[in-house]
């Protein structure tokens, strides 16, 4: 039960089983996990002008869990209600007018997005014609499509450098994008590079760090790096020696409709789980399960404090209070 204001960054979440125990209004959610059921009895979770961070998991209580004004850490568990009496001050409510144009222009961009995506496919397919035609023979065929792979791959990672460029144009300086749809839009497009192309198969590689570089990312030296997903490559910077255990780094944090993007520089070892959004991490290691948002010394815009549940321990995000404005 969800309503059009709502924004949800990963719809697979909602299980079939779980969606008619879940009811979000007017709040964002990003990649989190939902338990309704607990010792063989369901629970309702109720979101209401809430803004949810990466990796939060909701419920797993006694009783049934509603989360109201209030902005949840990245990777923290929430396991019983809560209720602030004042909303957030980066809350702000959308007009019909303005949910349709949002839609209409977003369609737009993924039309175009597909366009180029099926363009793609061309000089692969031209691979295929035209040097290795039309094989019978396996020891050829299997080579041939790694091959168009690799070149379909290539094609598609310059189409997502394209998009980045117009996504984070002028946006390091202002700390947030010039256009919000379009920046969307480029989140999907690198997903849909990482999970879906070649990419994802040689991860970790020194070819992984050439992509990287490809698009716009810095490598001090040399680095392994296994990361879950990257954004924003080219603000973002891989120290000498450094080693990423399925982490999600990323150049932008945002709440509600707020999106803050800024640098993000990481060093050492980085355990499993970690969660970097415009950090600055120097450390020689960082555990496993933690989140370093907004530390990046540069940061130009604003933090905020975020609620974090008691029972988790696993957050870190330093977003004491601070302003520019």
Not at 126 to 150: D, H, K, M, R
Not at 278 to 289: G, R, T, V, Y
Not at 294 to 303: I, L, N, V
Request: with cysteine.
């Amino acid at each position: 039960d969800i309503d059009f204001s709502s924004k949800l960054v990963f719809p697979a979440m909602f299980v079939p089983s779980k969606v008619d125990l879940v009811t979000i209004r007017q709040s964002f959610l990003s990649a989190c996990s939902l338990e309704t059921k607990s010792k063989n009895i369901c629970h309702q979770i109720s979101l209401n002008q809430s803004s949810i961070g990466f990796g939060v998991h909701l419920g797993g209580g006694t009783r049934s869990l509603e989360v109201t004004n209030a902005v949840i850490s990245p990777l923290t568990s929430v396991t019983k209600t809560i209720h602030q009496d004042a909303l957030d001050p980066r809350f702000s409510k959308s007009s019909k007018y303005q949910l349709t144009q949002h839609e209409v222009l977003t369609a737009f961009l993924y039309v175009v997005f597909f366009g180029f995506l099926f363009g793609t496919l061309i000089p692969s397919y031209e691979l295929w014609v035209n040097v290795f035609g039309y094989q019978t023979s396996i020891w050829v065929a299997v080579p041939a499509l790694a091959c168009a792979l690799v070149l379909q791959t290539m094609s598609l990672t310059l189409v997502v450098h394209v998009f980045q460029s117009i996504a984070l144009f002028k946006s390091e300086a202002k700390s947030e994008p010039l256009s919000q749809i379009m920046y969307l839009v480029y989140h999907n497009v690198a997903y849909s590079l990482q999970s879906y192309s070649f990419i994802s198969v040689v991860v970790g590689s020194p070819i992984y760090n050439c992509i990287i570089k490809m698009m716009g990312g810095k490598i001090e030296g040399r680095a392994l790096i296994f990361c879950n997903q990257i954004y924003e490559h080219k603000l973002i910077t891989f120290c000498d020696k450094t080693i990423v255990d399925s982490s999600h780094i990323s150049g932008h944090y945002s709440t509600f409709n707020d999106i803050v993007i800024g640098p993000c520089k990481v060093s050492g070892v980085l355990g499993q789980g970690v969660f970097a959004a415009n950090a600055l991490i120097i450390s020689e290691e960082s555990k496993p399960w933690h989140a370093f948002v907004g530390t990046y010394e540069d940061s130009k815009k604003h933090c905020f404090p975020m609620i974090n549940d008691t029972e988790s321990g696993l957050s870190r995000s330093l977003l004491s209070a601070c302003s520019e404005e």
